[in-house]
């Protein structure tokens, strides 16, 4: 697999992460055979560090620092919120015009403060039936997380009860069965559109990420009706 590279300088290198690749080997994915990390070592032929993580499914931007100074310098932003990440989601039903979930998120006793502002940008409708609906809604999402806790914005569309459509297993069961079925549609519409980090008042990044074919196929599906 050869991996799109969208932004390179003298410290950091960033890739347009395709859906269903790991960032790294994990014992939890045991079927993955390639991972971003070794494959952009390849690729480049040098050592790189992954600066953040994305999910499995998401796709877009994924930074990489070249070195391990510039990799505590980058992780040091993450760990104060400070690095400003915005998401495309594609989720079911019509939201409101904007809105900011303030909801808790982990494991039972151990919930950690978890905040996420979206803004809608587009509603579709399409002549699909869907239990007692004539009709399916969807809604296309900027989405911003404030914090940045696991999973946490496919965890708090679902608690609105706005689920990403592909999302398994924060999503909705019916939803995607027709996605799958209809369209052959088996990715999550969720992808990391951009990554602003500002180091100081001179020096900073802003990374952009074209959405995947697969995210457009399904942006043209619904615009046709």
């Not at 050869?2 to 950091?12: A, G, K, R, S, Y």
């Not at 890739?15 to 994915?29: E, S, W, Y």
Request: one cysteine or more; aromatic letters at 8%.
């Amino acid at each position: 697999m050869f991996l799109e590279i969208i932004h390179q300088d003298d410290l950091f290198i960033a890739i347009n992460k395709p859906h269903g690749l790991l960032v790294h080997r994990t014992p939890i994915a045991k079927d993955a055979t390639e991972f971003a990390l070794q494959l952009l070592r390849d690729q480049v032929g040098y050592h790189v560090y992954p600066a953040h993580r994305i999910d499995r499914k998401t796709s877009g931007v994924l930074l990489f620092s070249k070195s391990k100074a510039a990799d505590s310098k980058v992780q040091k932003l993450f760990m104060k919120h400070e690095v400003e990440k915005t998401y495309l989601a594609i989720v079911r039903g019509w939201t409101l015009e904007e809105q900011t979930i303030d909801y808790p998120i982990g494991e039972p006793n151990k919930k950690k403060e978890a905040i996420t502002h979206y803004r809608c940008l587009e509603q579709f409708e399409i002549p699909v039936p869907l239990g007692k609906h004539n009709t399916s809604r969807y809604s296309l999402l900027e989405v911003k997380p404030i914090t940045g806790r696991f999973h946490q914005i496919r965890q708090h569309l679902s608690h609105i009860f706005h689920p990403i459509i592909g999302d398994r297993p924060h999503g909705c069961s019916k939803q995607n069965r027709m996605w799958k079925s209809k369209y052959l549609m088996t990715s999550m519409m969720l992808h990391a559109q951009s990554l602003k980090i500002r180091f100081d008042e001179t020096e900073s990044i802003d990374i952009q990420a074209p959405i995947s074919d697969e995210f457009k196929r399904v942006l043209n599906i619904l615009n046709q009706n």
